[in-house]
């Protein structure tokens, strides 16, 4: 089992920036992706970008050029950098890992991030 707890949402203001951090911690073996994820009430959960174990990254459009996913396999962590921060950003953001082979899911608990003046 896979256990992953996000930390580093909060308040900011439009154009500002903020740094997620997800720790990974458990059955962490074999080819993963890590990836963040948003929802806003009323919405499905979006995809904002993900990361495979070889750095392979992938964003929303919306996201592009804005927001960086990185991590840190020694540490098991997986970072989302946003910069140029917009209103319609603001949304609980959530860690995700992903075995592909078996298509199972893990999710963390969530962090909220509020983009507002």
């Known amino acids: 089992q896979v256990q992953l707890v996000e930390s580093g949402g909060g308040l900011v203001q439009p154009g500002g920036s903020l740094r997620l951090s997800c720790a990974a911690s458990?059955?962490?073996?074999?080819?993963?992706?890590m990836g963040w994820y948003r929802q806003t009430p009323g919405k499905l959960r979006e995809l904002v970008a993900t990361?495979?174990?070889?750095?392979?990254?992938n964003y929303a459009d919306s996201v592009k050029g804005r927001f960086t996913i990185s991590r840190d396999n020694a540490k098991n962590t997986v970072y989302l950098q946003m910069d140029s921060l917009k209103a319609e950003d603001t949304a609980v953001y959530y860690c995700?890992?992903?075995?592909?082979?078996?298509?199972?899911?893990?999710w963390g608990q969530g962090t909220q991030v509020t983009v507002s003046s």
């Open positions: 458990g059955s962490i073996f074999g080819i993963f992706v």
């Open positions: 995700k890992l992903r075995r592909p082979i078996s298509q199972i899911d893990y």
């Open positions: 990361i495979t174990n070889g750095g392979t990254r």
